[in-house]
C-alpha cells in the first residue's frame, strides 16, 4: 500500500472513531477524585457534555480540537487546561490572536488563580513573564520557539484561543509555526468557532501532534432566530422555526416567509425595471453589475444612485428601508437592545452614532447615563485634555451617555475599552461596529443587525459568504441572559429574501491555511534544524496538508488506469515476442512524425519574434545559427531602440564573447533552460566585468544537461526524418511485425498507451499541486543563499543571517539589506522612525488620494537607497521565481516624523487624516519595527538611535493603555 493511501486509510479510521463517541452528546460520567471532578465543583453551573468529554481527554493526555459555536463556552476547556498545569506543576501557555483578547483573559485568570502565578506578555507589555501561567500573543510564542527562549522550559500545555485565526491572510501562518514548532510533549487545546471541515483539520493536528481528539457541538446555547426589519415592522424570516434556532439541523429546507415575498414582489411593481439593473451608455442593461450581486438588494440601486449623485434616502416609491433612528427604536420597543449593528465601513459607524444624536434618540436612564460617564472617566482620565479634544471626546461622550457606540479598529483602544466594559455591563444599548468585532474579544448581545448583505473587500463590492454571515450572527444571545437570540436583516430595495433564507441556513465556514515560509521563518528553521529537517516540517503544515487531499483524486484516477493498463496489455499478448516493445516503437514513430508536422506547418518567424520578446537579463538560450550558434546568456533583453523594434539582444556566448545577436540568428524560436544571475553594477565596456561575467556562465553551463537545448529549424528536421527511418527499420526487425494477429494486438496496445499518457498527465498535475510549500522553501534557501544569509552547508547561517533571524516584518530581507548597506546610518530618531515606517505601512483603499512625501532630504535620500534594495531584491527573486515583495509605502512617514519629534496629537491627526486608532496602531507598529532593528543591528548608533525613536514616539495616547492599569 502506498504512503498517501496508508495516510488516508489513518484519517478514515481516525473518523470513524471520532463519531462514535464525540457527536453523541450522552450523559458524561466524571470519574471521583479526578482533576475534572475538582474542576467543576468551582463552577456554579453544570458543564456541558462537550465541555466535560474535551476535558477528560485533556486530564487523560491528548492534546484536543474543540470546535464549538460562538458564546457556546469553549473557553472552559482552555482554563481547565489551565488548572491542569497549575495542579502537575507545569507551564501553560495561553495564547490569543489579539491584544485585547490577552488583556482580558490576563484579567480573568489572575482574578481566579492569583496575579502572583498569571503573568502576560504582548508586543509592549510584559507582567510576570516567568509565571506558571502566562497568557501571550501568538506571535510572542512563536518568537520564543525560534529562539529557544528559556521560558519554555517545562511548559506542558499550549491553549490556542482562536485557532481559525490561522486562515487569516496576513497573520495565520503564525499559529503554524506554532503548532510545528512545539515540542512533541507539550498537550496542545486549540480552541475554534464551528467551521465545516473541523474533521480535516483535526487530521492534521492528529498527523502533526499525535493523539490529539476532536471534540465538535453544533448546538447553540441560545437559539437564534431571524428576522428582516422592513419599514416599522420586524417579519420572521421563516415559515417556520428557523434552521438556527434548532439543536440539530433540518433534513428539510426551511420555508421562508411568505410575507416577505409578497413585500419583494409589491416592491417590483412599484420600482421600474432600469432602477434595478444598470445601463452602459449603449442604453443595454448589463448582466454582471460590479456592486455586489444584487440579490441581496441595495446594489444594483446603489450604483445607479451613485451615478446620478443623489442619496438612497431620498428615493421615490415606497421607502422600506428603515432608517437607523427607526431601526433603534423599533428595537427598543420589541426589546431586542442591546445590539450590535454590522456597518461594513469606519465612517458609517461613526456617521450612525452622530445620526442617532441627531435625531434625539436616547436609550438610558439617569442611573445608566451616570454609570457609564464613571467607566470613561476611569479609562480616560490619565489623557490630557488636548488629546481629548482632538478625539473628540465630547461627541463620544454624549453618545456614551445616552447608550449609543461605535466600535471599530480606527478607534482609540482606550475609547473602544470604555465601549466593551459598558456594552459587557448592559449599559451601551447599540453599538455600530465594522466585522472585526466579530473575530474579536468576547461581547455578545441580544441581537445582531446587519445593515447589508454586501460589503467592500478592498476591490470591489461582494456579497457576505454563509460563513461571514455565521460569523457575525454568532454574536446574538447571550449564554446566561438571554433565552434566544435574534439576527435581524434591514430591507434592501430589490432584495430576495429566498437568497437571504439560503444565506442563513447554511452553516459554511471552512478553515482555509493561509501558510507560506517567509525569509525570516526559513532562517530559523534552518538555524534550529537544518535545511533538511526544516524541509520537513514544512511539509508538514496545514498549507500542504490541505492541497495533498485535493491530490488524492488525481492518484485515484491513476491507479484505475493503471489497472486498465494492465488488462489491455494482457490481451495484446503476442507469443511471438514482446508486442509492448513493439506498440511503443509505433507510438514513438507516431509523435515523431506529429511533431515533424506540426514544426513545418509553424510560421518559424513569428515564432522565434515572440521567443525574442519575453527573454529577460539572466535568460540562459541556444542559439540556433549564425555565427554565435551554440549556447548564450542574455545580458540586456535588447527590446528597445532595434532596428524596425526588433529585438536586438546583448549576450555571453560560450566562447566567452559578449555581442548583440540580431533576429537573423534566430531562423527557429529559442527556449529558455536556465538562469544565471547578472551583477547588478556589470559593465560590458569593462573587460575585467566581460571576463568575470564569461567564467561565470562557463561554470553555470557546465552543470546544465547538455540534451535541455531545444533544436529547431532544418537541422531538427533531417534529425527527425532519420530517426524515423531509424525506427521504422526496427519495427520490420521485430518478430511481432510478421504477426497475423497484429492490428488486432495493436488496438489493445494502443489504448492501454493512451491511458499510459492520461496516467502520467495525471501524475504531473499531482506533483505539481504537492510540495508546494516545500518549493517555496527551496527557493527562498536559494535567495538566501546567494545573497549571503545562509551557506552551503545544511545548518550554515551566516552572521547576517543571524541578523535577518530578529526581523520579523514583511519585508524583512529587504530591511536586513538596509542594515548591511548602511541606508539607515546617520539618521536622526525621528528621520529613522519616517523611513522605516515606510517598511511596515500598508495605505488602505480608502486613504488613496491624498499625496504622500518623505518629511525632509534626509529620509528622502534614505528611502530612495530603501526603494533601490527593493528593487535590487525585487530582481533577485524574479531570479528564482518568486513573486515579489510588497512595495515599500510612505504614506505613514510624515506622521510618524512628526509623533517622534514631538509634536502634539491634534495637529499629527490633522496632518495625516488617519482616525485616530489607525494612528495609534500604526504608531506601534513603527515601534516595534525600531525595536527589531535595535536588536538586529547589534551595538552602535544605529541600535541607540532606533531606541530613542521608540522612547519618543512612546508617549501620550500611544504609551497610554486602560488595560495596563
Known amino acids: 500500500m502506498t504512503m498517501m493511501a496508508m495516510a488516508i486509510d489513518r484519517r478514515k479510521s481516525r473518523g470513524h472513531r471520532l463519531l462514535s463517541w464525540v457527536m453523541t452528546e450522552n450523559e458524561f460520567t466524571i470519574a471521583p477524585g479526578s482533576l475534572l471532578e475538582q474542576f467543576t465543583a468551582g463552577y456554579d453551573f453544570p458543564l456541558d457534555d462537550y465541555q466535560l468529554q474535551a476535558c477528560a481527554r485533556i486530564e487523560e493526555g491528548a492534546g484536543v480540537l474543540v470546535a464549538a459555536p460562538t458564546g457556546a463556552g469553549k473557553t472552559v476547556v482552555g482554563e481547565f487546561a489551565v488548572f491542569c498545569a497549575l495542579a502537575t506543576g507545569k507551564k501553560c501557555f495561553y495564547t490569543t490572536p489579539i491584544k485585547a483578547l490577552s488583556n482580558q483573559k490576563f484579567h480573568d485568570l489572575a482574578e481566579r488563580h492569583g496575579a502572583d502565578r498569571v503573568g502576560l506578555l504582548t508586543g509592549d507589555s510584559s507582567v510576570n513573564s516567568e509565571g506558571q501561567v502566562v497568557v501571550m500573543t501568538t506571535e510572542v510564542l512563536r518568537n520564543m520557539i525560534y529562539a529557544n527562549s528559556t521560558t519554555l522550559d517545562n511548559l506542558g500545555y499550549v491553549v490556542m484561543d482562536e485557532v481559525h485565526y490561522l486562515a487569516d491572510r496576513f497573520r495565520g501562518a503564525v499559529w503554524e509555526e506554532v503548532i510545528i514548532g512545539l515540542a512533541p510533549s507539550v498537550q496542545l487545546v486549540s480552541l475554534s468557532a464551528t467551521v465545516s471541515n473541523t474533521e480535516e483539520f483535526g487530521d492534521w493536528l492528529d498527523e502533526v501532534r499525535g493523539n490529539v481528539k476532536v471534540v465538535i457541538s453544533e448546538r447553540r446555547p441560545v437559539p437564534l432566530y431571524q428576522h428582516v426589519m422592513a419599514n416599522k415592522q420586524i417579519h420572521d424570516l421563516f415559515e417556520g422555526v428557523a434552521p438556527t434556532a434548532s439543536e440539530t439541523p433540518s433534513e428539510r429546507a426551511a420555508r421562508v416567509n411568505p410575507e416577505l415575498l409578497k413585500l419583494a414582489r409589491s416592491e417590483t411593481k ?73 456597518v461594513f465601513s469606519r465612517q458609517g459607524c461613526d456617521g450612525a452614532v452622530r445620526q442617532l444624536l441627531a435625531s434625539g434618540v436616547n436609550l438610558t436612564s439617569d442611573e445608566e447615563a451616570t454609570r457609564l460617564i464613571g467607566i470613561a472617566q476611569k479609562h480616560l482620565g490619565g489623557m490630557t485634555s488636548a488629546d481629548l479634544r482632538a478625539l473628540d471626546h465630547d461627541i463620544f461622550l454624549e453618545a456614551l451617555s445616552r447608550g449609543i457606540a461605535s466600535h471599530h479598529a480606527g478607534l482609540l483602544p482606550a475609547f473602544k475599552a470604555v465601549v466593551e466594559e459598558g456594552f459587557a455591563a448592559g449599559l451601551i444599548k447599540i453599538v455600530f461596529a465594522t466585522e472585526t468585532l466579530a473575530l474579536g474579544i468576547n461581547m455578545p448581545a441580544r441581537t445582531v443587525v446587519l445593515e447589508k448583505l454586501v460589503k467592500y473587500n478592498g476591490e470591489s463590492h461582494v456579497d457576505i459568504t454563509p460563513g461571514e454571515y455565521t460569523q457575525l450572527t454568532g454574536r446574538a444571545g447571550r449564554r446566561g441572559i438571554d433565552v434566544e437570540g435574534h439576527a435581524v436583516v434591514l430591507w434592501q430595495p430589490g432584495m430576495d429574501p429566498r437568497a437571504v433564507a439560503g444565506l442563513a441556513s447554511r452553516r459554511t465556514y471552512p478553515l482555509k491555511s493561509s501558510f507560506s515560509p517567509t525569509y525570516n521563518m526559513t532562517v530559523n528553521l534552518v538555524g534550529r534544524v537544518g535545511r533538511e529537517r526544516a524541509r520537513g516540517l514544512l511539509e508538514q503544515s496545514f498549507a500542504q496538508f490541505q ?39 509505433r507510438e514513438e514513430v507516431r509523435e515523431l512524425e506529429a511533431q515533424q508536422a506540426r514544426l513545418r506547418k509553424q510560421d518559424k518567424r513569428a515564432e522565434a519574434l515572440n521567443s525574442l520578446m519575453t527573454l529577460e537579463p539572466g535568460d540562459i538560450i541556444h542559439v540556433p545559427a549564425g555565427r554565435h550558434q551554440g549556447w548564450a546568456a542574455v545580458i540586456d533583453a535588447g527590446r528597445h531602440g532595434g532596428r524596425g523594434g526588433e529585438p536586438h539582444p546583448m549576450v555571453v556566448t560560450e566562447d566567452r564573447e559578449v555581442v548583440r545577436l540580431t533576429t537573423s540568428d534566430f531562423p527557429t524560436p529559442t527556449q529558455v533552460v536556465g538562469k544565471l544571475r547578472i551583477p547588478r553594477k556589470f559593465d560590458p565596456r569593462q573587460a575585467a566585468s566581460r571576463r568575470n561575467l564569461a567564467a561565470s556562465f562557463v561554470d553555470k553551463l557546465h552543470a546544465l544537461n547538455p540534451q535541455a537545448a531545444i533544436l529547431h529549424g532544418p537541422r531538427a528536421d533531417a534529425e527527425m526524418t532519420a530517426r524515423i527511418s531509424e525506427l521504422r527499420r526496427e519495427l520490420k526487425r521485430h518478430p511481432c511485425h510478421e504477426c497475423p494477429d497484429r492490428e488486432t494486438h495493436a488496438r489493445f496496445a494502443e489504448r492501454a498507451m493512451r491511458l499510459d499518457r492520461d496516467r502520467q498527465q495525471a501524475r504531473a498535475r499531482a506533483e505539481a499541486r504537492s510540495n508546494t510549500i516545500a518549493k517555496r522553501f527551496d527557493k527562498l534557501c536559494l535567495v538566501l543563499e546567494s545573497m549571503g544569509y545562509l551557506g552551503s552547508e545544511d545548518h550554515e547561517v551566516t552572521d547576517a543571517g543571524r541578523m535577518l533571524a530578529r526581523l520579523y516584518s514583511e519585508l524583512d530581507l529587504v530591511t536586513a539589506e538596509c542594515i548591511r548597506d548602511g541606508v539607515f546610518d546617520g539618521l536622526d530618531a525621528p528621520q529613522l522612525a519616517a523611513v522605516l515606517s515606510s517598511l511596515v505601512y500598508e495605505t488602505r483603499r480608502v486613504e488613496q488620494g491624498r499625496m504622500a512625501r518623505m ?111
Not at 441581496?296 to 446620478?308: S, T
Not at 538586529?936 to 521608540?950: F, I, K, Q, Y
Open 270 to 342: 412599484d420600482v421600474r425595471d432600469d432602477s434595478r439593473r444598470p445601463r452602459g451608455r449603449s442604453g443595454k442593461g448589463k448582466k454582471n453589475v460590479a456592486y455586489g450581486s444584487g440579490q441581496f438588494g441595495g446594489a444594483a440601486k446603489a450604483h445607479l444612485e451613485r451615478q446620478r449623485g443623489r442619496d438612497s434616502r431620498d428615493d421615490r416609491g415606497p421607502r422600506l428601508t428603515p432608517s437607523r433612528a427607526v431601526m433603534t427604536t423599533q428595537l427598543q420597543r420589541a426589546r431586542l437592545l442591546p445590539a450590535i449593528c454590522f
Open 547 to 585: 492541497t495533498d487531499a485535493s491530490v488524492v483524486n488525481l492518484a485515484t484516477v491513476a491507479a484505475r488506469n493503471q489497472r486498465e493498463i494492465d488488462d489491455y496489455l494482457k490481451a495484446a499478448h503476442c507469443d511471438r515476442g514482446d508486442f509492448t516493445e513493439y506498440a511503443q516503437l
Open 855 to 965: 518629511p525632509d532630504r534626509a529620509t528622502e535620500a534614505a528611502q530612495h537607497e530603501v526603494r533601490a534594495t527593493w528593487r535590487r531584491v525585487s530582481i533577485v527573486e524574479r531570479d528564482f521565481r518568486l513573486e515579489r515583495s510588497t512595495e515599500p509605502d510612505i504614506g505613514f512617514a510624515e506622521a510618524a516624523f512628526a509623533w517622534a519629534s514631538g509634536e502634539p496629537l491634534a495637529r499629527v491627526l490633522g496632518q495625516c487624516g488617519l482616525p485616530a486608532g489607525d494612528f495609534v496602531r500604526w504608531v506601534r507598529q513603527v515601534i516595534d519595527m525600531l525595536g527589531q532593528v535595535a536588536a538586529a543591528a547589534g551595538p552602535g548608533d544605529l541600535r541607540r538611535t532606533s531606541r530613542e525613536a521608540v522612547t519618543a514616539m512612546r508617549r501620550g495616547v500611544v504609551e497610554f493603555d486602560p488595560d495596563e492599569d
